[in-house]
């Protein structure tokens, strides 16, 4: 029977119960609880100053206002950087590399920012829909196009953390399977195969820490419009 390269996209399931509620909840048991003392050990230490670094950085651009969904943006950051590298280990399923639950973050998130500007300054919100000095005949043509990327934007998040990641488990298991296939017949090519393997596994650990910040940060910047 011939298994598909997509087949380790499908949601697995045991005894009927869906085995990607236990991906997403597993990396919430990893997570260290906060200590009494100000300084616990190293790996809590390097883990709070790259959390406060990436806050600094990301509410930099944000007024006050804004700076109320730092400790949502920066546990979002950290929960898809730990599911997206925990989905490169061996014998694991990426939750990320479902377009459901990467709408299901996007959308609500999306549409909050959205709800936050039309009920703080309507005006501005709205006015994003229409670029200052639009000539007249253009206005509605103008009007129509902006409401739809404004539309796309969640479908754009959620595609974009979809798309990198499933391209990277494919390529990942194709270069895999040509060093299988060329072991026997030619040691030298799969050898350098291999080595090829290994840099793009670095590379797709980089893409998954990477696809966590962007998502963040476009998140970020649709709050940044609408505060």
Same mark, same amino acid.
Request: charged share 5%.
């Given at each position: 029977?011939?298994?598909?390269?997509?087949?380790?996209?499908?949601?697995?399931?045991?005894?009927?119960?869906?085995?990607?509620?236990?991906?997403?909840?597993?990396?919430?048991?990893?997570?260290?609880?906060?200590?009494?003392?100000?300084?616990?050990?190293?790996?809590?230490?390097?883990?709070?100053?790259?959390?406060?670094?990436?806050?600094?950085?990301?509410?930099?651009?944000?007024?006050?206002?804004?700076?109320?969904?730092? #400790?949502?943006?920066?546990? @979002?950051?950290?929960? /898809? !950087?730990?599911?997206? %590298?925990?989905? *490169? +280990? $061996?014998?694991?399923? &990426?939750?990320?590399?479902?377009?459901?639950?990467?709408?299901?973050?996007?959308?609500?998130?999306?549409?909050?920012?959205?709800?936050?500007?039309?009920?703080?300054?309507?005006?501005?919100?709205?006015?994003?829909?229409?670029?200052?000095?639009?000539?007249?005949?253009?206005?509605?043509?103008?009007?129509?196009?902006?409401?739809?990327?404004?539309?796309?934007?969640?479908?754009?998040?959620?595609?974009?953390?979809?798309?990198? #990641?499933?391209?990277?488990? @494919?390529?990942?298991? /194709? !270069?895999?399977?040509? %060093?299988?296939? *060329? +072991? $026997?017949?030619?040691? &030298?090519?799969?050898?350098?195969?291999?080595?090829?393997?290994?840099?793009?596994?670095?590379?797709?650990?980089?893409?998954?820490?990477?696809?966590?910040?962007?998502?963040?940060?476009?998140?970020?910047?649709?709050?940044?419009?609408?505060?």
């Amino acid at each position: 029977m011939m298994v598909s390269f997509f087949d380790q996209f499908a949601s697995p399931s045991f005894l009927g119960i869906p085995l990607i509620a236990v991906a997403i909840a597993l990396p919430w048991v990893l997570f260290p609880t906060p200590p009494s003392r100000w300084v616990n050990n190293r790996l809590i230490t390097v883990q709070t100053w790259f959390i406060n670094r990436f806050t600094n950085q990301l509410m930099m651009p944000l007024n006050v206002g804004g700076h109320k969904w730092a #400790l949502l943006l920066a546990s @979002l950051m950290v929960f /898809l !950087i730990t599911i997206n %590298v925990l989905g *490169l +280990l $061996p014998y694991t399923f &990426t939750p990320t590399t479902q377009l459901s639950l990467n709408m299901g973050l996007a959308v609500p998130l999306w549409l909050a920012t959205v709800i936050i500007g039309m009920r703080n300054q309507p005006t501005v919100a709205l006015g994003h829909l229409l670029p200052e000095g639009t000539p007249l005949p253009l206005i509605p043509v103008l009007i129509i196009i902006e409401t739809i990327s404004l539309f796309i934007r969640p479908l754009a998040l959620g595609v974009r953390l979809t798309a990198n #990641l499933t391209a990277g488990h @494919l390529l990942i298991q /194709l !270069i895999a399977t040509a %060093v299988f296939v *060329l +072991l $026997p017949i030619m040691p &030298t090519v799969a050898i350098l195969t291999a080595a090829v393997l290994f840099l793009l596994t670095l590379l797709e650990v980089a893409v998954a820490m990477i696809q966590a910040y962007v998502f963040v940060l476009l998140l970020s910047l649709y709050l940044q419009e609408n505060i």
